[in-house]
């Protein structure tokens, strides 16, 4: 990201406006929306006097914050407040008039990772609650009541949620079919020109002197090249096209080297499950042993930057 959507997302998030999460296999419900907890006087701290409360997962809090940001709430308010006493508001709001979500302040949910985790488990009853037509002050609108508050909920308009996931995952593919039918998706290809704009001439200086800045974009130009014998490869193909993330945080000969040697090679031998041949006919359009990849040893690698040198040679003169 660029320096001013970093900005951006730094502020909006100590503004509560954004939230981030990572969705895995162990995630659950109780996480997301809202759960029973265990609260003791003192982390560590052997004790008597346990106590079990109602704790509300980010999903339930994001929610509650758009919706008491529509019906207008004060921000100091909101951390002070319940749910319950938000949709309260709400409710009695919208019986007068039409409650003004699109002038709302937006609140945005991140899900990294939204495929790994059991979308079943995780959203439960809220999952139709997704769907525009059945928000908050929707003609088709939608609420549940949850099992652990009893409270009863909607989704507001103004809360938006965006989910990633990294294409070359194969459970995209087994995706929940009641989460995909509620997202849009766009794809995101790598994208070497933010490689070229966002770090290798905006740090020309600092890669020049540390010897690294020609090399780089001999290590861009490969990649691109690599990308396009990947996406030529039936049994790879393009969702597994090599990201420019990887060259982002080059900085000198050492980190090119590890970059190519320790992420880029393995991921690669990766793809193609240690077929050596396959690699190299990827790599240089011919399957013999190179100088880098055997098939007895695999990755050889590179002990300099005169071997690497050469390597990205070879990639970048085929026709």
Same mark, same amino acid.
């Given at each position: 990201?660029?320096?001013?959507?970093n900005?951006?997302?730094?502020?909006?998030?100590?503004?509560g406006?954004?939230? =981030?999460?990572?969705?895995?296999?162990?995630?659950?419900y109780?996480?997301?929306?809202?759960?029973?907890?265990?609260?003791?006087?003192?982390?560590?701290?052997?004790?008597?006097?346990?106590q $079990?409360k109602?704790?509300s997962?980010?999903?339930k809090?994001?929610?509650?914050? @758009?919706?008491a #940001? @529509?019906?207008?709430?004060?921000?100091?308010?909101v951390?002070?407040?319940?749910? +319950?006493?938000?949709?309260?508001?709400?409710?009695?709001?919208s019986?007068?008039?039409?409650?003004?979500?699109?002038? @709302?302040? +937006?609140?945005?949910?991140?899900i990294?990772?939204?495929?790994?985790g059991?979308?079943? +488990?995780i959203?439960?009853?809220?999952?139709?609650?997704?769907? %525009?037509? %059945?928000?908050?002050?929707?003609?088709?609108?939608?609420t549940?009541?949850?099992?652990? #508050?009893?409270?009863? =909920?909607?989704?507001?308009?103004?809360? $938006?949620?965006?989910?990633?996931?990294?294409?070359?995952?194969?459970?995209?593919?087994?995706?929940?079919? @009641?989460?995909?039918?509620?997202f849009?998706?766009?794809?995101?290809?790598?994208?070497? #020109?933010?490689?070229?704009?966002?770090h290798?001439?905006?740090?020309?200086?600092?890669?020049?002197?540390?010897?690294?800045?020609?090399?780089?974009?001999?290590?861009?130009?490969?990649?691109?090249?690599?990308?396009?014998?990947?996406c030529?490869?039936?049994?790879?193909?393009?969702?597994?096209?090599?990201?420019?993330?990887?060259? =982002?945080?080059?900085?000198?000969?050492?980190?090119l080297?590890?970059?190519?040697?320790?992420?880029?090679?393995?991921?690669?031998?990766?793809?193609?499950y #240690?077929?050596? %041949?396959?690699?190299n006919?990827?790599? !240089?359009?011919?399957?013999?042993?190179?100088?880098w990849? +055997?098939?007895?040893?695999?990755?050889?690698g590179?002990?300099?930057?005169?071997?690497?040198?050469? !390597?990205?040679?070879?990639?970048?003169?085929?026709?």
């Open positions: 990201m660029s320096d001013g959507i900005e951006k997302f730094r502020e909006f998030k100590e503004k406006y954004i939230e =981030f999460i990572t969705f895995h296999p162990s995630y659950c109780e996480e997301f929306m809202e759960g029973i907890t265990v609260n003791t006087e003192r982390e560590g701290v052997p004790t008597e006097n346990v $079990y109602l704790k997962g980010i999903f809090t994001l929610c509650k914050r @758009a919706l #940001s @529509a019906v207008g709430f004060d921000k100091e308010e951390y002070n407040t319940t749910w +319950k006493d938000v949709y309260e508001a709400y409710v009695t709001k019986t007068n008039k039409k409650i003004d979500f699109e002038s @709302a302040q +937006k609140y945005v949910l991140i990294d990772e939204i495929n790994r059991d979308i079943s +488990k959203f439960g009853e809220l999952i139709t609650l997704l769907e %525009k037509d %059945k928000r908050l002050g929707a003609e088709n609108e939608l549940a009541m949850l099992p652990y #508050s009893n409270d009863t =909920f909607g989704v507001p308009p103004n809360l $938006y949620i965006i989910g990633t996931m990294n294409t070359a995952d194969r459970s995209i593919a087994l995706l929940d079919v @009641a989460l995909r039918r509620r849009g998706f766009a794809e995101m290809i790598p994208d070497f #020109s933010i490689l070229e704009e966002e290798i001439e905006k740090n020309k200086d600092k890669l020049e002197e540390n010897g690294v800045y020609g090399h780089l974009l001999e290590s861009k130009k490969a990649l691109e090249k690599l990308n396009s014998h990947i030529d490869e039936k049994s790879i193909g393009r969702d597994k096209q090599i990201g420019h993330s990887f060259l =982002f945080h080059v900085e000198t000969v050492s980190d080297i590890m970059a190519w040697q320790n992420e880029i090679l393995p991921l690669l031998e990766e793809y193609c #240690s077929d050596y %041949k396959k690699i006919k990827i790599l !240089f359009n011919k399957e013999e042993d190179s100088n990849i +055997k098939k007895k040893e695999g990755i050889v590179f002990h300099n930057m005169e071997e690497l040198k050469s !390597f990205l040679d070879k990639i970048n003169l085929q026709g």
